[in-house]
């Protein structure tokens, strides 16, 4: 069964601290996205990775950076988090390479808050 | 660019029929349709590719209208597990990724 697990259901970090939000999935995908939920917005791609070591950014990348250091994992980092970015981020995987369109599956989110 | 859902919201009795609609301003490939219970990921119901077709499974069904750059998710004879928020999520003919809407909050009452 396809699992997208992402470190912490519930965060609550203070302004101006380093994030980092995890993303694991064991199907052996090859690309990962990470979006922010956010009401009324709907789900805003922040960065996506198609390969190890390989990312680009969405459409809302600033004020965040990725890594994927194995196939499995896609970090999410907040280099120092803003009251702005108080949101639900989203993990998802997708298995064709370069075929972005692919159906993704996503982890249950984290709720971070930044005070 | 986003694509556009209508309605926002919508509240049904059991039972009750719903239609949510998703628009865009650019030539679309294929739309796909995901379902979010509260607290929940985001789901997987459906993917409809250029040409037109139709497809659902169960009481939940899609149409494509490629002309229009929109689609409709038909809800037919709701259930309470109908419940949740529906994404569209949209490919254009010159793009490489998905671009979701803002989504449609359904809630299905007894």
């Known amino acids: 069964d396809v699992k997208v697990t992402q470190s912490s259901r519930y965060l609550v970090k203070r302004t101006g601290e380093k994030v980092f939000l995890e993303c694991v999935q064991d199907?052996?995908?090859?690309?990962m996205f990470w979006y922010r939920q956010d009401p009324g917005l709907g789900l805003r791609l922040i960065y996506f990775s198609y390969d190890v070591k390989m990312k680009e950014k969405g459409d809302i990348p600033e004020g965040y950076s990725v890594s994927r250091e194995k196939k499995e994992r896609f970090s999410l980092i907040l280099e120092s988090a803003s009251t702005n970015q108080t949101s639900m981020y989203l993990c998802a995987s997708s298995l064709a390479a370069l075929y972005l369109t692919d159906t993704q599956y996503f982890g249950p989110g984290t709720r971070l808050t930044v005070l | 660019q986003q694509p556009v859902q209508s309605p926002q919201a919508v509240i049904l009795r059991e039972g009750e029929d719903a239609v949510i609609n998703c628009s865009s301003s650019?030539?679309?490939?294929?739309v796909h349709w995901y379902r979010q219970k509260h607290g929940e990921a985001p789901i997987f119901l459906m993917i409809?590719?250029?040409?037109?077709e139709q497809k659902g499974h169960d009481k939940i069904s899609a149409s494509f209208n490629e002309k229009k750059q929109q689609s409709s998710l038909y809800l037919t004879a709701s259930q309470l597990s109908y419940s949740g928020t529906y994404f569209c999520?949209?490919?254009?003919?010159?793009?490489?990724?998905?671009?979701f809407g803002e989504g449609t909050q359904l809630t299905v009452n007894p």
């Open positions: 409809l590719l250029k040409g037109g």
């Open positions: 999520g949209t490919e254009t003919t010159s793009g490489s990724r998905l671009t």
């Open positions: 650019k030539a679309l490939y294929s």
């Open positions: 199907m052996d995908h090859e690309n």
